[in-house]
């Protein structure tokens, strides 16, 4: 699955084979935040590269979207940050 560019700036979520499960993946998230925001987190860890997850700026992944629409201050980081910051060694590239 990849995150491809899709008509009007949005991004679609893409199997290998061209089906397209950017709504399933919408309807999932519908479902699946709410119950994530009560009581809100105080950070997110988030996988990185993941067509839901990935959370670089250019490629933001689906969920992570909705996240950071839902609660625009919380802190998002990749597991890779989120260990170096645990860790105190400097993250990875």
């Known amino acids: 699955m990849d995150l491809r560019p899709g008509s009007g700036g949005t991004l679609r979520l893409l199997a290998a084979d061209g089906r397209d499960f950017t709504d399933v993946l ?5 479902v699946a935040l709410p119950p994530l925001l009560s009581p809100p987190p105080t950070a997110a860890i988030l996988k990185t590269k993941s067509p839901s997850c990935g959370s670089a700026p250019s490629a933001e992944g689906l969920f992570a979207a909705a996240l950071r629409r839902a609660l625009p201050g919380l802190p998002v980081w990749t597991e890779r940050d989120a260990l170096a910051r645990l860790s105190g060694f400097p993250s990875a590239p």
């Open 26 to 30: 919408a309807r999932w998230i519908d």
